[in-house]
């Protein structure tokens, strides 16, 4: 035994002696002096702790602001039961909470909020599909949007609907009603905005039904089912959209035609969709209007357009920070939005997604992903600040997925988000604060012949900067862990705990009472509630 344990130390000796001498791959031209052994800062005899903001020092400070918030929160115990005649529905394309938290120190600091963390409710959902543990946006789309959740990759259907599968697809058992159906059914209007294609999985579950969300066009859908963009223009709900605006021109129009955004179309059918759209709404007597860019839309006479159709870019929008002047922001194209709908008494229902949080992810743009937030936080902020809590709309936000992007390190109160954060003592490199379990990243941190890139002088600023991934991968994946939900307005507590993802969908029915006439807990709603819709009616 006493053989054994020697032999095992001499082995864990020769172990650790050969990785000690392994150095990481450092570009000769970005090495700095020699330094032969760069330690951890603590490990300096004159290191001393770093010291937060003086104020905070005292606990007097946490005494009275641990006050404060416990009387903020006194307040917020009291229940909104009115009937929310206005929805809107914020979704956060893959803003995990993680994302949330790197966002407050990307705008300044530790202590902010977010506009919409403000909210008096909170809850977190459950994002998995029916048939996978991680999920994307088409299936989570669905739970939130028809309370129904599916298969991965599919929309508007149930789950006897396989991927790719268009037969099963148009059997009307199978396909789902959204809630924007149920408000036009109302008379209540309806809008969607998004900054990727309005054909993109999320959107497209508000007025499609589809087999495979990439069935965008007719160059990609088999025969027999229809594409999402012409389920926009002549389908159901989409025809009677009052506002839809995104970018995805290059579905709307014929291969070799010009979207007016630099490229051509990719439908085969030969059709303008655009057009087709124009004339329905001239033949049902209606102003409508369609605008490619922000000036088109800045300049929409809100008085004088029934409904508005803008695309903004053949494909996804562009990010804020690569200032496509061209292009309307995202709380810009919520503003109009809202203005239009306001005009209809009997309420509306507003779908907005700031989908380019996403896209960031999948590329390991970390900076990208947390200014794509920052848009959102924009945006809710407009609206919150344009409607009423007390009486009539319901606003809630929330993410449709995770992403895998993690928080990590010690680094000290106030070190830049974007920054190094902490230091290995392992291979004697610092490492950002910010990094990803996997993504095509990877092979710009990590050298072929084994351990880190010194990450000490890259450039960690750029919004092109690609944070680390761990694992390579061909595009970064979501996550799967829950995401946060926030809301505020009539029925908002109701959104409050830990909850399977499509109850946000029964939740929104449930507020706006709206939903299938009988046999549910929407259609069969307590007396005195049906009571209150009807008055709320009849006061409009």
């Known amino acids: 035994m006493e053989l054994i344990l020697q032999i095992c130390c001499i082995c864990l000796v020769i172990t650790l002696a050969s990785s000690a001498s ?7 031209e970005l090495t700095p002096a020699p ?3 760069p330690t951890h800062p603590m490990d300096d005899p004159e290191w001393a702790p770093p010291v937060g903001p003086r104020q905070e020092l005292d606990k007097q400070y946490w005494i009275r602001t641990g006050q404060r918030l416990l009387d903020e929160q006194l307040s917020k115990n009291q229940l909104n039961l009115n009937v929310a005649k206005n929805v809107v529905i914020f979704i956060g394309d893959g803003m995990s909470i993680a994302t949330q938290t790197a966002t407050r120190m990307y705008m300044g600091g530790e202590e902010l909020t977010l506009s919409f963390e403000q909210f008096p409710y909170v809850g977190l959902a459950k994002t998995y599909c029916i048939n996978y543990q991680v999920s994307d946006s088409s299936c989570t789309a669905a739970a939130i949007l028809t309370g129904v959740k599916n298969n991965y990759g599919t929309i508007a259907v149930s789950g006897h609907v396989p991927l790719m599968n268009c037969e099963r697809s148009l059997v009307e058992e199978n396909r789902l009603t959204s809630i924007l159906r149920y408000a036009q059914l109302d008379g209540r209007s309806t809008g969607i905005v998004t900054t990727t294609r309005i054909t993109h999985a999320t959107p497209a579950v508000a007025y499609a039904v589809a087999g495979a969300r990439y069935w965008e066009d007719d160059g990609d ?3 027999g089912c229809t594409d ?3 389920q926009l223009v002549h389908g159901e709900i989409g025809q009677n959209l009052t506002v839809a605006l995104g970018g995805g021109s ?3 129009y014929p291969a070799g035609a010009n979207t007016v955004h630099g490229s051509t179309g990719r439908r085969q059918d030969g059709r303008f969709l655009v057009d087709e759209w124009l004339r329905n709404v001239e033949a049902r007597g209606e102003s409508g209007m369609f605008v490619h860019d922000s000036l088109g839309l800045s300049q929409v006479e809100v008085s004088k357009v029934d409904r508005l159709f803008g695309l903004f870019s053949a494909n996804h929008m562009s990010y804020r920070l690569e200032n496509a002047v061209q292009e309307p922001t995202l709380k810009e194209m919520t503003a109009k939005a809202l203005e239009i709908l306001s005009k209809n008494d009997r309420g509306y229902v507003l779908i907005v997604e700031g989908g380019r949080i996403d896209h960031a992810h999948h590329d390991n743009l970390a900076r990208l992903a947390l200014d794509e937030t920052v848009e959102l936080h924009r945006a809710v902020q407009h609206v919150a600040t344009a409607t009423d809590e007390q009486d009539d709309t319901l606003i809630v936000v929330t993410a449709d997925h995770s992403h895998t992007l993690t928080m990590g390190g010690y680094p000290v109160r106030g070190n830049n988000i974007l920054a190094t954060g902490d230091f290995s003592r392992l291979d004697r490199m610092p490492f950002f604060t910010l990094s990803y379990a996997n993504g095509m990243s990877y092979f710009e941190h990590f050298s072929p012949t084994g351990g880190r890139r010194n990450p ?3 450039d960690s600023q750029r919004p092109d900067f690609v944070f680390p991934g761990t694992v390579p991968y061909e595009d970064e994946t979501h996550g799967g862990d829950d995401v946060g ?11 409050s705990g830990l909850y399977e993802q499509h109850l946000i969908g029964h939740v929104l029915l449930y507020a706006a009472c709206l ?4 046999g549910t807990n929407t259609g069969r709603l307590s007396e005195a509630f049906t009571a209150k819709h009807i008055m709320s009616i009849q006061d409009v």
Request: aromatic share 14%; glycine share 6%; proline share 19%.
């Open 250 to 252: 290059r579905h709307f």
């Open 228 to 230: 999402i963009a012409a």
């Open 456 to 458: 000490q002088w890259m």
């Open 35 to 37: 330094t032969p052994y």
């Open 221 to 223: 859908t088999p025969d």
């Open 22 to 28: 392994v150095s990481p791959h450092v570009d000769p």
């Open 515 to 518: 939903g299938p006439p009988e």
């Open 485 to 495: 939900v926030f809301a505020r307005g009539p029925h908002a507590h109701l959104f």
